[in-house]
């Protein structure tokens, strides 16, 4: 458990310092926008580190956003299968291999242990060495089961205490996101602010649609195969408000939109009501509008007249219309927003987004193909 007994997928002000990551595998878990944007800065921060700091830093802001819009769980108290990824904060015991690598192990609940492969060359600070040697009981470890008795070891790191202290934050906030809470509030008022600017070869406004269409990605990946999906539920086992699917996209939004000097504005009015997100790059505007599935007519009337009004208040010359289906099947949606943008030639330009956001089985618990003998 956590220094302050939070769970770091419920701490608003999580923050950590990483002395050892496995680059590929943490990419493997973004989209190619988000990608290229995490290796531009990757080498960037490498060509003018001193001691792995700047590496530390940056990885720790990736993964606690990674964290909390997955919602990571701790690998000691609950039950994980191969593939799943968690987070743990107990004691991490290390042992020597040969001299490119170590053993990590981790003891379950269970009193089983499952081990992970140390790789020399992905320490990143110079005390990783010291910090990765014997009984490790307060560093903070990243990692996604492999099978039943092994795991990779992604980040290691400390998970800092006093960070909101340094950051400007409120003092910390606790709460469970699945009952009062809401994930919005896991996002800082300025991520990212003036550390590292990027941008993307080609006009601002077709950039902005871009990086909106790879955070949606991200987040239909998360709730789709990745489990986020119980972040949008509550313990009644009902939909979430829609700010916590917001909540989730903003998580998600953090680095490409940090790094590529997109200004976020939630429920921005512009003379027609309050927008989702408006979203702006340059003197380029993007409204994203989210909408449940519960009514066919709620989503006709979101996309034929709120959305264009919206856009319209606001000079923007591109939208995003997403729907979060909770009941209904993605390909039936698909279908009512093609029947209105078919109807109506005169809408203006939008990107139409439909996500699955109902309870997944797992893979264990799921129908099998074969009778039973």
């Known amino acids: 458990m956590a220094w302050n007994e939070t769970p770091a997928k419920d701490d608003p002000n999580l923050s950590l310092q990483a002395y050892y990551v496995r680059p590929n595998v943490l990419q493997s878990m973004l989209k190619p926008v988000s990608r290229a944007i995490f290796q531009n800065i990757w080498n960037a921060v490498g060509a003018m580190d001193s001691g792995g700091l700047r590496k530390a830093d940056f990885v720790g802001d990736v993964v606690a956003d990674l964290i909390r819009g997955l919602g990571l769980v701790e690998i000691s108290e609950s039950s994980l299968g191969p593939g799943d990824w968690f987070v743990h904060s107990g004691v991490t015991r290390y042992h020597p291999r040969d001299a490119h690598s170590g053993r990590a192990e981790i003891k379950l609940a269970s009193g089983k242990t499952v081990v992970g492969v140390v790789r020399h060359d992905c320490r990143i600070t110079n005390s990783a060495s010291v910090n990765m040697s ?188 997403v729907v979060m289906c909770h009941s209904r099947e993605k390909e039936d949606v698909y279908r009512l927003l093609a029947e209105v943008i078919d109807s109506d030639p005169t809408l203006p330009d939008i990107d139409c987004c439909v996500i699955d956001c109902r309870p997944k089985t797992s893979a264990s618990k799921a129908r099998s193909r074969y009778p039973r003998e």
């Open 134 to 321: 014997g009984d490790d009981d307060v560093s903070f470890v990243v990692g996604r089961l492999l099978t039943s008795e092994k795991f990779d070891l992604v980040v290691a790191g400390y998970r800092d205490p006093f960070a909101f202290f340094s950051r400007g934050l409120d003092v910390p906030r606790i709460f469970d996101v699945t009952q009062g809470g809401d994930l919005s509030q896991m996002v800082y008022n300025k991520p990212w602010a003036s550390r590292f600017k990027m941008r993307l070869d080609m006009p601002d406004a077709e950039a902005l649609a871009e990086v909106i269409g790879d955070v949606m990605e991200s987040f239909a990946a998360a709730v789709g195969r990745q489990g986020a999906w119980k972040l949008l539920y509550g313990r009644d086992g009902r939909p979430l408000h829609e700010s916590h699917h917001q909540g989730m996209f903003r998580l998600f939004s953090q680095l490409p939109f940090g790094a590529l000097g997109i200004h976020v504005e939630p429920n921005a009015d512009h003379g027609s009501g309050p927008t989702d997100f408006t979203l702006r790059l340059n003197d380029s505007v993007n409204i994203i509008e989210f909408k449940k599935d519960d009514k066919k007519e709620e989503i006709r009337h979101g996309l034929a007249v709120q959305l264009p009004n919206y856009m319209e208040s606001a000079g923007a010359g591109r939208g995003t219309y």
